[in-house]
């Protein structure tokens, strides 16, 4: 059973930054597609960004080239570093696989909120 526990969210101003983290148990992520999602009330949940085994990388046009998605094995934790937040990056952020029809069960997301 793989369990997931985001954190780093938070309240940011237009701008900042942040450091999400995805620790992962149950299950060696670096063998793993991995991804980072993001929700707003009322909207699907979108893939920001993903990060497969072999390291290849993908981002959503929204935050490509201000989101950059990475993993320490060791940890086994997976990382999304978000700079140049915009309000409309506000959203519950979730990690997960990617390119899978079965989704590991869904962590509580972090709160990730930018405001002035």
């Known amino acids: 059973q793989v369990q997931l526990v985001e954190s780093g969210g938070g309240l940011v101003q237009p701008g900042g930054s942040l450091r999400l983290s995805c620790l992962a148990s149950g299950s060696n992520i670096s063998v793993i597609h991995m991804g980072w999602y993001r929700q707003v009330p009322g909207k699907q949940r979108d893939l920001v960004a993903s990060?497969?085994?072999?390291?290849?990388?993908y981002y959503a046009p929204s935050v490509k080239g201000r989101f950059t998605i990475s993993r320490d094995n060791a940890k086994n934790t997976m990382y999304l570093q978000m700079n140049t937040l915009k309000p409309e990056d506000t959203a519950v952020y979730y990690c997960?696989?990617?390119?899978?029809?079965?989704?590991?069960?869904w962590g509580q997301g972090t709160q990730v909120t930018v405001s002035s």
């Open positions: 997960n696989r990617v390119f899978s029809s079965t989704p590991f069960s």
């Open positions: 990060l497969t085994n072999g390291d290849s990388t």
